[in-house]
């Protein structure tokens, strides 16, 4: 049974373990570097071969004539990276009204007090 503290429920559970657990696992022998960067939630490869030379894993067979690629398409993705906004905008427009800016937002899961579900702004980009 849980309970609910504001919108999270809150579960009271207990594990309950038999007296010898046991994982089963079936393998075809050693696997590439990216196979076991992949098994192990992308850590890096300079992680694995730590975790390699130290035999900090049982059964840790890496394949050593194969090469760690460099590029982890998912990797990339998820460490993506964005420049801080400018304070100052560097190529603003002199003229009134040459650049006009706007942005929606919506819609909004509840409505504003006069109803209203989306919000647009307009502005003009001239000094």
Known sequence: ?????????????RVILKE??????ASTGKLIWNQWHRRYGHISITTLQQ??????VSRLNIDQSSIPSKSCEACIEAKQAHKPFLQE???RSKVPGK???????GPARVASIGGWKYYISVEDDSV
Do not use: T
């Open 1 to 13: 049974m849980g309970d609910k503290n504001q919108r999270l429920y809150l579960l009271r559970a």
């Open 20 to 25: 010898r657990e046991q994982v089963n696992f």
């Open 51 to 56: 975790l390699k030379k130290e035999s900090l």
């Open 89 to 91: 905008v560097e190529n």
């Open 99 to 105: 650049r006009i800016v706007s942005d929606v937002w």
